[in-house]
């Protein structure tokens, strides 16, 4: 499988960068790896942001933490009347009744609103104009947001908003692949087809 150093050279690449280079009816790009190097991957991730703004590249990458967007997501919206933030209202629910908090959470997680705002996200990103460019969004958190919602069904609910055209989404993924058979952390296999190119040497 290709390595960080190789994956980096990948994303500096001016050919990989265009978008509308290649065959691009799926514009998802899986790294997978061990799902014990999840922090030291968060911080190569923050590195990768880094060194791809400098001028060298002028490459502008908004790094999306699919937990972190989903909390933020709930947080924003209110339980009518009874509470101002739907996230804080679940996190109290949850204590009395973690089996109906965990429904509510999946049923969001599941949404077309909750599709429709990473949608918002990345779209107002990738219209800032000036001078750098925007080719790829990265995705990461997948882990932390099982079992709520898995990859593979994110992927495929999000196609009918995905811009192919306009941006290259990089999913980085804890866990292992051979073939067609997906395992998030090692473990959990996923038995649907990922709609998404997985990143080798």
Not at 87 to 97: F, I, P, V
Not at 105 to 113: F, H, V, Y
Not at 118 to 124: D, V, W
Request: net charge neutral; glycine share 4%; proline share 3%.
């Amino acid at each position: 499988m290709m390595t960080v150093d190789q994956l980096f050279a990948k994303l500096c690449s001016k050919e990989f960068q265009d978008v509308q280079n290649g065959d691009l009816f799926y514009n998802f790009f899986i790294f997978p790896y061990p799902a014990r190097e999840e922090y030291a991957m968060r911080a190569q991730i923050d590195d990768f942001k880094k060194k791809l703004i400098r001028p060298t590249n002028y490459v502008d990458v908004l790094v999306l933490n699919l937990f972190e967007e989903f909390c933020t997501f709930l947080d924003n919206q209110s339980f009518g009347r009874l509470h101002p933030s739907y996230l804080n209202y679940l996190l109290e629910k949850d204590k009395a009744d973690s089996a109906a908090a965990m429904k509510a959470l999946t049923l969001k997680a599941n949404s077309e609103q909750f599709y429709r705002y990473i949608h918002e996200r990345i779209i107002t990103h990738v219209m800032i104009d000036d001078d750098k460019v925007r080719p790829y969004v990265f995705l990461h958190g997948i882990g932390l947001m099982y079992p709520l919602l898995r990859t593979s069904v994110f992927l495929t609910n999000y196609e009918k908003y995905n811009k192919t055209s306009r941006y290259k989404i990089i999913v980085f993924y804890p866990g292992t692949v051979q073939g067609t058979d997906y395992e998030l952390f090692g473990l959990i296999n996923d038995h649907h087809t990922y709609r998404g190119i997985v990143l080798n040497d």
